[in-house]
């Protein structure tokens, strides 16, 4: 016997094959937390998978200065800009 008012234990706005783009630093920033951690699973709600996922993009965007990297560079760093899909012509 289910609740009718129960909550979802995953996140419904990320399906399970969503793919999380580590040249995407908007949606990236959301699972990082103030001081520059990644934020646990069961704080994010995603299953298993998707959080390695998340982790995964998030030291790639890291690795590649999309993302800042340590407490001091949350700090000082600004929030990223969102980036056009659309490609720009020279």
């Known amino acids: ?18 793919k999380f783009d580590y040249k995407d630093p908007v949606t990236l920033r959301k699972f990082i937390m103030d001081g520059g951690k990644i934020v646990p699973a069961r704080i994010s709600k995603l299953s298993l998978g998707q959080q390695r996922r998340v982790s995964k993009a998030v030291k790639q965007a890291r690795a590649l200065a999309l993302l800042p990297l340590g407490a001091h560079a949350y700090d000082t760093a600004g929030r990223p800009e969102q980036i056009s899909a659309k490609p720009f012509e020279i």
């Open 1 to 18: 016997m289910f609740k009718k008012g129960s909550r979802s234990k995953f996140r419904n706005e990320y399906p399970v094959e969503f």
